[in-house]
C-alpha cells in the first residue's frame, strides 16, 4: 500500500523563494572576495588529509573525506584553493537555507501573533517580511568564527551545512506534510551522524522536533519503519573509512577503525560540555541558542492566561518582554563577549552549530517584533492608546533599523580580524624558511605544522621542487617508508624494507637511511631538535631552518661559528622589519596563529642567540633572547638564557637558576627537555648538567659532551663537570681526552682531590683499558685499595673494574674475560663476608654463571631467596639456571612467581622462558599460548623478538622442531 502525498501547495513570496537566492550570490561574493588563499594552522591539519601530506587514512568525517576526494586528482597548485572553496560553497548554501528556514518560521506561537498574521501557513507576510531573514544572514555570515570556517578547508562548515538542512527539510515538512522532505531528512541525518559527532548529540532534540510536528501520526510502525530505513541508509556512511583503510594496505583493520570513530564520537558527545572546563558554561551557551528555539516550538493557547483583559494585557507583556531579551541576547553572541561558543569553547569546538541556532532564532524573534509591535491586532477589549500605538512603532522601527545597522558593525568589527587571520603572516614565515632551503633538501622535522606549512607552500608553488618532506616521529613505522616511497620515486630505493611489518625500525638503520638520503638530498631540520639523529649531525642554522652537518669520525663538540655564517644569519633577522614583528605580537594577543608564528620566531632566535653566546658575542645575544621573549613571553629558555646572558657580561659564569614563576611554567612544559623541544637550547650550567646527565642516560653521548664541553667553558674549574665529561669520552671510546679532563681536575682541585679520588680512580682504570693496558689498570686499583682495606667502597670500585674488565674482551677473549669475572668473584666473596648483602650475592651468582658454575650461581641464588622469597632478580636468574639444567617443574614455578611479583615491563622475559619449557616438554600450545604473550608486551626492536616471531609461525603452521 501506498502513502499519498498531498497535492503540492504553494506558499511561495519574496522572503523565501527569491531572497534565498540572492542570498546565495550574495554569500558567494562575500567568501571568495575574503577566501584566504594559503593555510591556516587551524586548517593544516584538515588540508593535510585532502591533499595527502598526511600519510594514515582518516578515521573519521567520512562525509568531507568523499567531497574532497576530488580533489586529489587536481593539480597539487589548486588543491589548497579548492578545498578552501569547497567550504566557501558549503557556507553560502548554509547562509542559502537559513534564509529559507527563517522565511518558514510560523509566526503564530502566540496569541498576539495570531490576531495580526493572516496568512494561510502563518508564514510572516508583512512588507518588511525580508527583514528577518536578511538579520539572520547577515549575524551568522559576518560572525568571526563562521567567516573564517567559511574561508579555509573546513569540515566544520560542511557540518553545519548538513545541520541547516535537516532543519529546513523539517520546516518544508511542516507546511506540505510532503513525506519526501522527512525521507531526505532520515537519509541526511545518517550522513550527518557519521560524519559529526554533535549530530549524535542532537538527535533527542530532533526527534522530539518531529513527533511535535507529526503528533500522534508519528506513532505508525510503517512510517517509522520507512524513516528509520532512510535513516540506515545514510548511516552506512560509517563504514566508509573502515574500507578506505582496508582496500590501501593501512595497519588498521576495518573493525578497529569503525571502533575508533564510534568511540570517538561517543566520547566527544558525552564529554564535550566539559572539555577545557566548559562544564556551566555549555549552559550559557543553550540560553542564545537551544531556549529560543524551544520558544519557538511552543505554540501558546488562547487560554495560557487569565482570560480578563487586566490578565491578557499582563500576558502580553510578559511575551514581548520575553521576546524583546531574547533578541538582543542571541544577537549580542554573534559580537563573542563573554558568554559566546567562540569565547567559552575555547578554541577547542568552534560551536558553529549554535550559531546557526541563534541565528534562526534571532531571525524569528526578529519577525516577532516586526509583526506584534509594528501592526495592530484585533482585541475584544478595546484598542490601544494613541501613545502606546507610537511606543510600538517606534520599537518596530528601531528594530527594523537595527536589523540591518547591527550586523554592518558586525562586519566592519570582523573584516579587519578577517584580514588578519587570511592574511601573509603565515605566507611569509613560510617564505621565510623556503628560502633558507636547497631545491633538492630532504626536509625533516617532527612539528608537523612546519612541516604542513612547508608543504602547503610547496602545494601553490608553480615550480615545484625536488624536495622531500618526511616527519621524523612517524619514521620508526614501516607503513610510512610504504608512503614515503609511493610520494617519493626519487628516494624509493633509499627507505626501509623492514622484515616484519608491523616491527619498528631501529634508530641505527634509520640514520643509514638519512646518510643515504643525504648523499643526493641535502639534509634540513625545519626546527631546533635533539635525538639520535643530531648524534650523528649537528645543526648549522640558517635563519628559520638548520642545516644537519656530519660530524668528523672523532669529533664530539659543536664547532664555533664562522664569520660568513654570522654574518648570514645576522643578516636574515635584520632583514625581517621590526614592525612586523610588533604586529604579530599584537595580532598574538587575540589570534592563535599569530601566537604560534610568534613561538616559531621566539625558538628561532633564541637558538641564535645561544650560538652568539657560545661564540663570545653577549652584547648581540643578549638583544636576541630580549626580542625572543618580547614575542613570547611564556619562551621561559629565552628568558633564563636573557638572565644569565647578563650575569656573563658582568663576568659572573656561575649558574643563575630560575624563579618559583619559572620553574612553574617549566613544569607545565614537561620539564626542562620539553621547554627545550618548543624553545630550544639553553645556555646555562645547572641547565646544561642535567640535561647532560638526561642525554647521557638515554645514550645520546654526543649531545651529552656538547653538555658538558660547554658548562667547562663557562666553569672550567668545577671537579665534577669535568668528571662526567670524561666519563661520557671513554663511553665515546676517547681514553686519551679522558685523561686530559682527569689531569685538569688534579690540575686544578688539588685542594678537592680526596673527595673525587673514587671517580678519578675509575675513569683512569677505565681509560687505560681501553688502551689494552690491563696491567696498569689492576695496578692503580689495587693501590687504590691497600690505601684502606677496610672500606666498603674500595672494594666495590674493584669489584666494577673487573667486571668492565672482562666485559671489555668478552667477545674476543671470553677465556681471558672468564679469568677477570673470577677475580671479580674473590672481592664479592670479601664483600659478602664484611657485609651478606642481597647485592652482593645477586651479582655473585651472576658472575658464577658467567664462568659457568651453575651450582654456586644456583646455591647462592638459594640462599637469597630463602631471606627474600620476593626477590624477583633472584627468581627470574633461578628460573633461567633451573631451565638450562632441565629442572622444568622449579623452573616453570619461578617463572610464574616472576609474572606474579616483577614488573610488567620485563615480563616478557618469564613468557619467553615458559615457551622454551613447553616446546621442550612438547606442549605447542602452552608455547603458542606464552609466545603470543610475550609479543604483546617484549620491545620489538631485538633479535629475539624477531626470533620469536618466526618461531610462533612454525609453531601455528604445525611445525615442530
Known amino acids: 500500500m501506498t502513502t499519498e502525498q498531498p497535492e503540492p501547495i504553494s506558499f511561495k ?109 502563518s508564514l510572516l507576510s508583512i512588507r518588511r517580511a525580508w527583514i528577518p531573514p536578511v538579520l539572520a544572514v547577515l549575524l551568522c555570515a559576518f560572525q568571526l568564527t563562521f567567516w573564517e570556517n567559511a574561508t579555509i578547508a573546513s569540515g566544520e562548515i560542511l557540518d553545519v551545512l548538513v545541520f541547516a538542512y535537516v532543519i529546513r527539510c523539517l520546516l518544508e515538512y511542516r507546511l506540505t506534510e510532503n513525506e519526501t522532505w522527512l525521507k531526505k531528512f532520515a537519509l541526511v541525518y545518517g550522513l550527518g551522524m557519521a560524519n559529526n559527532w554533535a549530530m549524535v548529540g542532537y538527535f533527542p532534540c530532533f ?37 578506505v583503510n582496508v582496500l590501501s594496505g593501512s595497519e588498521n583493520g576495518f573493525w578497529d577503525v569503525l571502533k575508533t570513530n564510534l568511540v570517538h564520537q561517543k566520547n566527544l558527545t558525552l564529554n564535550s560540555p566539559f572539555i577545557g572546563g566548559l562544564k556551566f558554561d555549555f549552559l550559557a551557551i543553550a540560553l542564545t541558542s537551544l531556549l529560543p528555539i524551544l520558544v519557538v516550538g511552543t505554540r501558546w493557547t488562547a487560554d495560557f492566561a487569565d482570560i480578563s483583559p487586566t490578565g491578557t494585557m499582563l500576558t502580553n507583556f510578559m511575551f514581548r518582554v520575553l521576546h524583546l531579551t531574547l533578541l538582543v541576547f542571541c544577537v549580542w553572541v554573534f559580537f563573542d563577549y563573554k558568554f559566546s561558543p567562540r569565547i567559552l569553547g575555547r578554541g577547542i569546538i568552534p560551536f558553529l552549530t549554535f550559531y546557526y541556532l541563534s541565528a534562526l532564532s534571532a531571525g524569528y524573534l526578529c519577525g516577532y517584533v516586526l509583526l506584534v509591535f509594528g501592526h495592530e491586532g484585533e482585541r475584544a477589549w478595546g484598542k490601544s492608546r494613541s501613545s502606546l500605538k507610537r511606543f510600538n512603532k517606534a520599537i518596530a522601527f528601531i528594530v527594523s533599523v537595527a536589523a540591518i545597522g547591527v550586523p554592518f558593525w558586525l562586519f566592519y568589527r570582523s573584516l579587519p580580524s578577517i584580514r588578519e587571520v587570511n592574511g601573509p603572516a603565515l605566507r611569509e614565515f613560510a617564505v621565510r624558511m623556503d628560502k633558507s632551503l636547497p631545491k633538492n633538501a630532504a626536509v625533516f622535522s617532527d612539528d608537523f605544522t612546519r612541516l604542513y606549512l612547508m608543504q602547503a607552500l610547496e602545494a601553490t608553488k608553480a615550480q615545484k621542487s625536488d624536495r622531500l618532506f618526511v616527519h621524523t616521529r612517524y619514521l620508526p613505522n614501516q607503513k610510512y617508508h610504504d608512503y614515503l616511497r609511493e610520494r617519493y620515486p626519487s628516494g624509493r630505493d633509499l627507505f626501509v624494507t623492514a622484515k616484519l611489518p608491523k616491527q619498528e625500525i631501529p634508530p641505527l638503520a634509520l640514520i643509514q637511511m638519512a646518510e643515504g638520503l643525504r648523499q ?32 668528523a669520525s672523532n669529533e664530539f663538540t659543536l664547532p664555533k661559528l664562522d664569520e660568513a655564517q654570522i654574518e648570514e644569519n645576522e643578516a636574515f633577522w635584520n632583514a625581517i622589519p621590526a614592525p612586523s614583528l610588533k604586529k604579530l605580537t599584537v595580532m598574538a594577543e587575540t589570534f592563535q596563529d599569530a601566537s604560534v608564528l610568534c613561538s616559531f620566531y621566539s625558538s628561532a632566535l633564541n637558538v641564535w642567540g645561544v650560538e652568539l653566546q657560545r661564540n663570545q ?106 668528571i662526567s665529561f670524561a666519563h661520557v669520552l671513554l663511553d665515546l671510546n676517547q681514553p686519551e681526552q679522558a685523561l686530559n679532563e682527569v689531569r685538569e681536575v688534579r690540575k686544578r682541585n688539588e685542594d678537592q682531590l680526596p673527595a673525587y679520588e673514587f671517580d678519578l680512580v675509575d675513569v683512569e682504570a677505565r681509560a687505560l683499558l681501553l688502551k689494552n693496558n690491563f696491567a696498569s689498570a689492576e695496578d692503580l686499583m689495587m693501590q687504590t685499595l691497600e690505601r684502606d682495606l677496610k672500606d666498603e667502597g674500595r672494594y666495590r670500585l ?38 651478606p648483602d642481597a647485592w652482593y650475592l645477586l651479582n655473585k651468582a651472576v658472575l658464577c654463571f658467567n664462568i659457568g658454575d651453575l651450582e654456586e650461581s644456583l646455591s647462592v641464588l638459594n640462599r637469597i631467596l630463602e631471606t627474600d622469597p620476593a626477590n624477583t632478580s633472584a627468581l627470574i636468574n633461578r628460573a633461567i639456571i633451573e631451565l638450562q639444567k632441565g629442572q622444568f617443574d622449579g623452573a616453570k614455578k619461578d617463572y610464574l612467581e616472576y609474572i606474579k611479583l616483577g614488573s610488567a615491563a620485563d615480563q616478557h622475559r618469564a613468557y619467553f622462558g615458559l615457551a622454551e619449557i613447553a616446546e621442550r616438554t612438547k606442549d605447542a600450545a602452552a608455547a603458542i599460548k606464552n609466545y603470543k604473550a610475550y609479543l604483546e608486551i617484549a620491545p620489538r626492536n631485538s633479535a629475539e623478538y624477531e626470533k620469536v616471531a618466526e618461531r610462533l609461525k612454525i609453531l601455528q603452521g604445525g611445525k615442530t622442531s
Not at 554569500?27 to 594514515?56: C, E, P, R
Not at 646572558?645 to 611554567?665: F, H, I, M, T, W
Open 520 to 551: 643526493t638530498h641535502p639534509l634540513y631540520y625545519l626546527q631546533s631538535s635533539f635525538g639520535y639523529y643530531f648524534e650523528r649531525y649537528y645543526p648549522r642554522q640558517h635563519g628559520l631552518v638548520y642545516e644537519l652537518v656530519p660530524f
Open 617 to 722: 658575542q653577549l652584547k648581540a645575544a643578549e638583544e636576541k633572547f630580549l626580542v625572543a621573549w618580547t614575542l613570547d613571553p611564556n619562551n621561559v629558555v629565552a628568558q633564563i638564557n636573557g638572565r644569565y646572558n647578563v650575569s656573563l657580561q658582568r663576568g659572573d659564569a656561575r649558574p643563575v637558576g630560575a624563579d618559583e614563576g619559572l620553574l612553574k611554567q617549566i613544569g607545565y612544559l614537561h620539564g626542562l627537555v620539553g621547554a627545550m623541544s618548543y624553545f630550544g637550547p639553553m645556555d646555562e650550567p645547572s641547565a646544561r648538567l642535567w640535561l647532560g646527565k638526561v642525554f647521557k642516560d638515554g645514550g645520546n653521548l654526543r649531545q651529552a659532551a656538547q653538555q658538558y664541553s660547554r658548562i667547562i667553558e663557562l666553569l672550567p674549574n668545577d671537579p665534577q663537570v669535568r
Open 798 to 835: 674493584v669489584y666494577q673494574f673487573y667486571v668492565s674488565a672482562a666485559e671489555l674482551i668478552k667477545p674476543q677473549q671470553p677465556a681471558l674475560a672468564q679469568e677477570r669475572y673470577k677475580k671479580g668473584i674473590g672481592i664479592l666473596d670479601q664483600l659478602i663476608a664484611m657485609r
Open 207 to 243: 526527534l522530539i522536533a518531529l513527533v511535535w510536528i507529526r503528533g500522534f501520526t508519528f506513532f505508525n510502525w510503517r512510517f517509522i519503519g520507512r524513516i528509520a530505513a532512510f535513516g540506515a541508509v545514510g548511516l552506512l556512511l560509517y563504514l566508509l573509512l573502515p574500507l
Open 13 to 121: 513570496n519574496f522572503s523565501n523563494s527569491i531572497l534565498p537566492w540572492i542570498v546565495l550570490g550574495s554569500a558567494v561574493i562575500l567568501y571568495v572576495v575574503t577566501l584566504n588563499h594559503f593555510v591556516t594552522l587551524g586548517s593544516l591539519s584538515t588540508m593535510a588529509k585532502v591533499t595527502g601530506w598526511d600519510w594514515q587514512k582518516p578515521l573519521a568525517a567520512p562525509l568531507y573525506y568523499l567531497l574532497t576526494l576530488p580533489l586529489h586528482w587536481f593539480p597539487t597548485s589548486w588543491q589548497v584553493l579548492g578545498a578552501n572553496l569547497l567550504s566557501a560553497i558549503c557556507a553560502t548554501l548554509t547562509l542559502g537555507l537559513l534564509a529559507r528556514s527563517v522565511a518558514l518560521l510560523p509566526q503564530d506561537r502566540t496569541k498576539e501573533q495570531r490576531s495580526r498574521e493572516y496568512h494561510e501557513f
